[in-house]
């Protein structure tokens, strides 16, 4: 579905990503683990057009997207919830989920169930139904990062970017976006996940990639990486313990 071979890109004059490659097959969730640091946003935000790559292959159902413009991207079926919370602040909740599904309003992308869609998003995260006629820029940073996460459901897409979705919520909250995350898996929508909850990312993946320093050190099936002694220590805070 989603394939990226050797990308390279980084910012300016500054390189992050050495040539990277990560395979993001249809249905699965694949996750991408790394320090603080390591270019997880960075690959994030290559693969959706936010920035511009300088090299590799980027290919969304066997076409290239490599260098096109994120809303070209969107309208192919990518949709990308950004790391920190990247809401429209002057705009209520509806209008923000209802601006994820722009490309279906506007005929590039299938139409469906646009008001369905809306009603199950607020299903999904009963805080934004009870917010839904509030500021986005007056919720708080836990349920702006919500709104982030269901606007990019709203696509309806092919595969769906979560740059770290829990980041800032009780866990409570956390829980509930884990679950959400596997509703989602249990409905064939196709992943890639970067979460700070490194062993509980590796509990709803299907494979893992360990990004360090802007290349993939490591990558295997996730209940693999999950008992691997090296990744328990780097990642999974159990390595000195027992
Ligand atoms: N806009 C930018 N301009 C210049 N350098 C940047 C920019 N954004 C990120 N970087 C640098 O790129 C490197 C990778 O950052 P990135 O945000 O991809 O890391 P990350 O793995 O997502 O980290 P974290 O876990 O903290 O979110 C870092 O060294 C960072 O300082
Ligand atoms: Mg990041």
Redesign the pocket.
């Given at each position: 579905m989603l394939k990226i071979e050797n990308l390279q890109a980084?910012?300016?004059k500054?390189h992050?990503l050495n040539g990277i490659s990560i395979d993001v097959p249809k249905g699965k969730v694949i996750t991408l683990i790394?320090?603080?640091?390591?270019?997880?946003?960075?690959?994030m935000r290559a693969i959706s057009g936010m920035i511009k790559p300088i090299s590799g292959t980027i290919t969304l159902n066997g076409k290239s997207i490599h260098g096109m413009e994120s809303n070209q991207i969107a309208k192919l079926g990518l949709a990308h919830s950004p790391?920190g919370r990247r809401v429209f602040s002057t705009m209520t909740v509806t209008d923000n989920l209802l601006l994820g599904a722009f490309p279906r309003l506007t005929g590039s992308r299938p139409k469906g169930d646009v008001k369905g869609d809306l009603e199950r998003a607020m299903e999904l995260f009963p805080r934004l139904q009870e917010r839904r006629q509030q500021l986005a820029g007056t919720l708080s940073g836990g349920e702006q990062q919500m709104l982030a996460m269901a606007r990019a459901v709203m696509l309806n897409p092919e595969v769906i970017l979560l740059d770290?979705p829990s980041m800032g919520l009780a866990p409570i909250l956390v829980e509930e976006v884990f679950k959400i995350i596997l509703r989602l898996k249990s409905e064939g929508v196709t992943m890639l996940l970067?979460e700070?909850f490194a062993a509980a990312a590796l509990n709803v993946a299907d494979y893992a990639y360990v990004?360090e320093n802007g290349s993939i050190s490591v990558h295997g099936d996730a209940d693999k990486l999950k008992n691997d002694p090296a990744v328990q220590a780097a990642y999974l805070g159990t390595g000195s313990h027992h």
């Open positions: 980084g910012y300016g500054v992050v790394g320090s603080n640091g390591a270019g997880k946003t960075t690959t790391e770290e970067v700070q990004l």
